[in-house]
């Protein structure tokens, strides 16, 4: 389990015994959002080998008329000629993972990470949501252009096996041309934030015989499209064979969709309930990817760890 400082350990345990609802909200209303501080692991270093970031673009025929970008990551330690196949790691919102200025980080965080050994040889695919469109003028962000729509809600909110089927008939396909990737679902992990959290929980839900790991940062386990019942359905189903790392802070939402900090802690109780690898990570932050960047290196050694 990643430690926690005692007063967020004191806070839950609060958040636990609450008896209302209301009580809960004024609770999470009065804390100030704390902001984290980014650790030597996230920091790159001229000492450590520099894997590779290329950029694709990609129109997909399981989310007809999307056209979306999508980057690879391929560790310096990778061996193309070599007889072992790459871990594999699938980003949802994959510009907000990739930026090495931004709040993950993630291409520093793996190329340390795997030089010192704490996690496999892996290959990063960061994807962003399908856009209605018919090519991108501009790399994709958080917000399509005006006049342009986004699938994104379609594509991450639904409690279904499509976007586990996009990944499997598309995406894996295409990079798997060029690299050789794992087939092994325990050294398949996949991560999103907000509603590509519980996007990344859906798909190893669907397929655990695709991917067994799983890291959710603010994930939207509420009632958009009714990610709601999860706990409910995780507490009635036979134990399924994943690793699940959930972030959330006290600050995050709390809207006609539901509250997120009472989401994830319903998701965390029904998983350990149901006798699940699982680590919850609960903190002060609010709804953006702070504090679950912050503890990414981490996260990471927990979720590779053998």
């Known amino acids: 389990m990643i430690p926690q400082p005692p007063a967020l350990i004191f806070l839950c345990l609060a958040f636990a015994s609450a008896g209302s609802s209301s009580w809960l909200t004024a609770q999470e209303s009065a804390a100030k959002p704390r902001e984290y501080p980014f650790g030597p692991d996230s ?18 025929t ?20 070599g007889t ?10 994959g510009h907000a993972y990739a930026d090495e200025n931004g709040q993950f980080r ?9 030089a010192a050994g704490e996690m496999p040889v892996t290959i ?47 995406i894996l396909p295409e990079v798997g ?10 050294k398949r992990a996949v991560c999103g934030i907000s509603s590509g ?18 890291l959710s940062h603010v994930g939207s386990f509420t009632n958009i499209r009714g990610g709601n019942s999860y706990p409910f359905l995780i507490r009635k189903t036979e134990r399924k ?6 972030q959330d802070g006290a600050n995050d939402l709390d809207n006609e969709h539901g509250n997120w900090p009472l989401g994830n802690r319903e998701m965390a109780a029904a998983l350990k309930f149901s006798g699940y690898e699982v680590d919850f990570v609960f903190g002060e932050g609010g709804h953006n990817g702070n504090h679950g960047g912050a503890i990414l290196p981490d996260s990471l050694r927990w979720l590779w760890r053998e």
């Not at 399981?62 to 000629?81: H, L, N």
């Not at 993630?106 to 795997?114: G, H, Q, R, S, T």
């Not at 041309?177 to 325990?186: G, V």
């Not at 996007?199 to 669907?206: I, R």
Request: hydrophobic share 40%; proline share 9%; charged share 25%.
């Open 84 to 93: 072992a196949a790459a871990a594999l790691m699938v980003f949802q919102d």
């Open 106 to 114: 993630v291409p520093a965080v793996f190329d340390n990470l795997i």
């Open 241 to 246: 064979p994943l690793r699940i790392l959930l």
């Open 197 to 214: 959290g519980i996007c990344a929980f859906t798909v190893a839900w669907e397929r655990p015989d695709l991917f067994r790991k799983v």
């Open 62 to 81: 399981v989310f007809p008329k999307t056209i979306r970008e999508y980057s690879v990551y391929v560790p310096a330690q990778y061996d193309p000629k």
């Open 43 to 60: 920091t790159r270093r001229q000492d450590v080998p520099q894997g590779t970031v290329t950029k694709h673009i990609w129109k997909s």
């Open 177 to 186: 041309k060029t690299h050789r990737l794992t087939n092994d679902p325990a």
């Open 124 to 170: 990063g695919i960061f994807i962003n949501p399908g856009w209605f469109a018919e090519r991108l003028d501009a790399p994709q962000g958080w917000r399509p252009p005006q006049g342009v729509g986004s699938n994104r809600s379609v594509e991450y909110d639904s409690l279904n096996g499509d976007y586990a089927r996009f990944l499997e008939t598309e």
